[in-house]
C-alpha cells in the first residue's frame, strides 16, 4: 500500500535551532504540498513543487522557512531560526497530475513540531 | 470570502441518525470537490470526490453538488460513534493545488 512517508514524526525544540523535516512522497507523484495545521487556522498551504519545481511559496514566511526537492523522492521543509508560533502539524501530501478530475492528494501522517 | 468555508460546528447527532455537512466555495470555475475526514491525531484521507451535480453515493455516504448555488454537501446516513472526527471540504484551483475548508468537527453520541 503506497503512502507518503514523513520524517520525524514529533519535534520537540528550542526557538532559535534550526528544524528540519524531511518527506517522501508516493512513486510516481508528481505534486507535492506541504500544509500547516493549527486549531485556529485549521490547515493552510505552505508551498507546492510540480516536478520537482517550486509553483507556489506565497504561504510560507520567507525569511525563516525554505522548502526543497532535490529529487523525486525527498522533499525537505526546513525553519531557521524557528519561534514558538511555528509549533504546529505539518503535512506533507503528494498527488498524480489531474486535481480536477477527482485525483486526491495523499497525506504523510505528519510532523507535530513544539518550538519551545 | 475564503474560497471555501464550512460550519465549524461542533455537530452532535445521536447514532443512527442523518449528519449533514455542508460546505460553500467562491470559484465557480471549480470542477471537482473532494471530503476528507480526520480523526483526532492523524492526518486527512479522502472519503468522497464530487464532480457532478446531483448526489453522489458510497455505502453510508452521499455527496450533493449544486454548481448553481456553489454549495456541496456531505451526508452520513445511520451515523456511527466511529464517524467522530473533523470533516474538511476541499477544492481544487487551476493550478493542481487544493483549498481546504476549516473543517466542521462532528460528534456521533452513543
Known amino acids: 500500500d503506497a503512502r507518503v512517508t514523513q520524517t520525524p514524526r514529533h519535534k520537540v525544540t528550542e526557538m532559535g535551532q534550526e528544524v528540519t523535516m524531511r518527506c517522501q512522497p508516493i512513486?510516481?507523484?508528481?505534486?507535492v504540498f506541504w500544509y500547516r495545521q493549527t486549531m485556529m487556522q485549521g490547515l493552510e498551504l505552505l508551498a507546492y513543487?510540480?516536478?520537482?519545481?517550486?509553483?507556489?511559496d506565497s504561504g510560507m514566511p520567507k525569511d525563516r522557512f525554505s522548502a526543497e526537492m532535490p529529487d523525486a523522492t525527498l522533499a525537505t521543509l526546513k525553519i531557521q531560526p524557528s519561534e514558538p508560533r511555528d509549533s504546529a502539524v505539518y503535512f506533507c501530501?503528494?498527488?498524480?497530475?489531474?486535481?480536477?478530475?477527482?485525483?486526491?492528494?495523499?497525506f504523510g501522517d505528519g510532523t507535530r513540531l513544539s518550538i519551545l | 470570502q475564503k474560497e471555501v468555508e464550512q460550519n465549524s460546528g461542533p455537530l452532535s447527532v445521536p447514532e443512527g441518525a442523518i449528519a449533514s455537512l455542508n460546505c460553500t466555495y467562491s470559484?465557480?470555475?471549480?470542477?471537482?470537490f473532494f471530503w476528507y475526514r480526520q480523526y483526532s491525531g492523524k492526518s486527512p484521507e479522502l472519503i468522497m470526490f464530487i464532480y457532478s451535480n446531483g448526489d453522489k453515493e458510497d455505502g453510508r455516504f452521499t455527496a450533493q453538488l449544486n454548481k448553481a448555488s456553489q454549495y456541496v454537501s456531505l451526508l452520513i446516513r445511520d451515523s456511527q460513534p466511529s464517524d467522530s472526527a473533523t470533516y474538511l471540504c476541499a477544492a481544487p484551483t487551476g493550478a493542481n493545488n487544493l483549498f481546504f475548508g476549516t473543517g466542521t468537527r462532528l460528534t456521533v453520541i452513543p
Open positions: 501530501a503528494s498527488g498524480p497530475a489531474g486535481l480536477s478530475r477527482g485525483q486526491p492528494q495523499h
Open positions: 470559484d465557480r470555475g471549480s470542477q471537482s
Open positions: 513543487f510540480r516536478n520537482r519545481a517550486p509553483l507556489d
Open positions: 512513486l510516481g507523484h508528481n505534486t
